[in-house]
């Protein structure tokens, strides 16, 4: 299993993954598909693991952001329907239909452009309709109609679904989100006896409005164990299990005088004699400058990261002196103490969602699964 040479790992754990996706399968009302929504490496955390545990716990479908990613499911394996959701080059529409990928039309042109292309092939669509988040799809009914009519005269696009994707979804006031909603509703009139699956919901809505959601609904963040916002959280009708942890070591302690400096710009001076260690992570693993300052936990207690961080490496004053090779959780839990994905976001100043997708590919993944290792992923090696 020892397939990395570093003492730096995330641990993603599998079985939270599952337990989250039963959970919400239990709100939802029966024969509602779940989309496991799998772009960015799953949220940084590992595309074909977290598929894999979303199928076994009752998601049907996956959903990416990029063709790429969809391609690199298929040649590990998976053969379940996948949606690409953002744009794809009509000069590519091949390439997914080869792959039986589905794609998002989201305007009259791309279908135009795209039916060019499809000689000899079929492509799985699904509808985009914008309805107030301003980024991808259809807004007026009239390219609408036109768009339905241009897939009814050619027979190289199945049309799969129709959606579309809320701005507000996670914010208390739901004034927009209603808005948005009524908007789809009054556009899903031109989709009626057409069979296909309707999906709007995002984490978000599926957890707070699980009996508005169609037929099918796009689990992301949630599915990681992260609330999509902090407003909705006692909104949140189970517990979610963040799946996602950081660990390190300490690989050299030294003692320091009182007055010494550490790392470069030399910013931080000891100001008593200190027992300072040396944990091999840094910038370039995402574990950025910024978080200079912030704590990490070493033997179930705080403490805290001095001086810059560094590319490759950080240090972090102990209260004692430790053996080398303690074990250092930058994100998770030791004793009674906790850093959560959300600690780090708030730090930053930014949100959960961006946390575990800026950990690079540098950084081994391992996953597990009934409590112990059941596979790692090292991209390097
Ligand atoms: C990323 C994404 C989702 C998943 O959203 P979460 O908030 O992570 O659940 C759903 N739909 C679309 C279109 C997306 O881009």
Redesign the pocket.
Known sequence: MQNFYRDTWAEINLDHIEANVQSLKKQLPPNTEIMA?V?ANA?GHGDLEVANAALKAGATRL?V?FLDEALALRKKGVTVPILV??AVRPSDVTIAAENHISLTAYSKEWLKQAGKYLLHHEVSLHMKLDTGMGRLGIREEEELVESLSFIDTHACFQLEGV?T?FAT??EKDTAYFKGQYDRFLTMLKHFEHKGVLIHCA???T?LRFPNDVFNAV??????YGLP?SLDIVDEIPFKLKEAFSLHSSIVHIKKVKKGEKISYGATYTASEDEWIGTVPIGYADGWIRRLSGSDVLVDGERVPIVGRICMDQMMIKLKEEKPLGTKVTLIGSQKDQTISVNEVAKRLETIN?EVPCMISWRVPRMFLKNGSIMEVRNSLL
């Open positions: 929504v772009k949220y959903a952001a959701m953002g959606f994707h979804a996670d995002n984490s978000a599926s796009r689990y992301g963040i949630s599915m999509p969602y």
